[in-house]
């Protein structure tokens, strides 16, 4: 008897490929599509109404049974709740984790096991495997321009046995070209934004409007406290940012090197000080091994669009991490992930603190 899986269908080329490759290893395949907000008619914003219909479409033409689950107030407890509170505190949160971990693989996870599904299955662009003990783990995707394990780190074992990723070993052309041979209306369709639930790309309305942030004014100050100008409030900025300060220094080109909610003052230098070669993270997963009882060698990135460098991470107690890098790295950012590898093996991560 084949297995059931329920495809989590976003309304993209990969999730539809994904569906369509379980197909042809003989699945069983129910599509699932998530509705996470109110946006309508929007291509590309995961969960819009555009999305839902054609996700619909695409498992309509595969022949597949397709259902829409509605997880709006959960998105909005679990994920823009959280995306508030986080910048309302000065950090930089990444929804798109914590998304995967209380939506696709929590949330929608579960729901499927309770509907008699053995297992789900999504587009994105990660291998799984497991060792000699049984012991599930995580790889990177075999395109390496787009794959997604960093977002992918606070997996659990029972996730990642009741997982399937039928992507993971394609580069995207190839899948594209896959879906394009198979008559699928979506196989040039373009890639989803980042974060679906700002859709203009403003987080200061946002933040306004959803989670009651204020926005208090305060002074953009030097790394020796004098004062360079007025900030808009604490959530309109990020380390490392450069674009929209509006003022200048005796440094030349200023960035954002900090921010203190206590103060209210956003710190701003030059990009040489944003530099730095340690951190700590907490919330720390450890995904493909367990937890070591040292010191051990790992390549690491603290963005998602970074390339890991080699660095050693040291456990400590109460779920914590430290991080020693070779090299200093470039505005490591409070609220972001860091997760660490050997070779294409996800070790796991942590939220840098």
Not at 21 to 45: I, K, S
Request: with cysteine; charged share 25%.
């Amino acid at each position: 008897m084949p297995q059931r899986v329920f495809a989590a269908m976003s309304g993209g080329v990969d999730s539809a490929a994904a569906a369509l490759l379980l197909l042809q290893a003989g699945y069983e395949v129910t599509g699932v599509t998530l509705r996470l907000h109110d946006f309508r008619n929007r291509p590309g914003l995961c969960g819009s109404g555009d999305d839902i219909e054609t996700a619909r479409s695409v498992a309509a033409f595969l022949g597949i049974p397709h259902q829409v689950l509605d997880l709006r107030e959960l998105f909005r407890a679990r994920v823009m709740d959280r995306f508030a509170a986080e910048y309302a505190g000065g950090r930089t949160p990444n929804p798109c984790i914590d998304c995967n971990r209380e939506i696709k693989f929590g949330a929608l996870l579960d729901w499927a096991l309770d509907q008699g599904a053995d297992a789900i299955a999504t587009g994105h662009y990660a291998r799984l495997r497991q060792d000699d003990s049984g012991r599930w783990q995580l790889l990177r995707g075999a395109d390496r321009r787009k794959d997604q394990t960093y977002f992918l780190y606070q997996l659990t074992q029972r996730q990642l046995a009741h997982l399937r990723l039928p992507v993971g070993d394609y580069e995207k052309p190839a899948l594209r070209a896959l879906a394009e041979s198979h008559g699928l209306i979506n196989a040039q369709k373009a890639d989803s934004q980042d974060i679906c639930f700002v859709p203009d790309g403003d987080y200061g309305a946002f933040l306004r409007c959803h989670g009651g942030v204020e926005m208090s004014p305060g002074d953009f100050v030097d790394a020796e406290g004098q004062v360079l100008g007025r900030h808009k409030g604490l959530p309109c900025y990020t380390i490392g940012q450069r674009k929209g300060l509006g003022v200048g220094g005796a440094e030349g080109r200023l960035y954002v090197l900090g921010k203190d909610p206590e103060r209210n003052t956003v710190i701003l230098g030059a990009d040489s000080r944003l530099y730095s070669q340690e951190l700590t993270a907490e919330r720390v997963n450890w995904l493909s091994i367990p937890e070591p009882s040292g010191p051990l060698p790992v390549t690491a990135k603290t963005r998602y669009s970074q390339r890991e460098a080699p660095a050693t991470v040291e456990p400590l107690p109460g779920g914590r991490i430290h991080m020693v890098f070779q090299e200093p790295q470039r505005a490591i950012t409070p609220g972001q992930a860091v997760v660490f590898y050997s070779g294409d093996l996800v070790l796991g991560g942590g939220t840098i603190c």
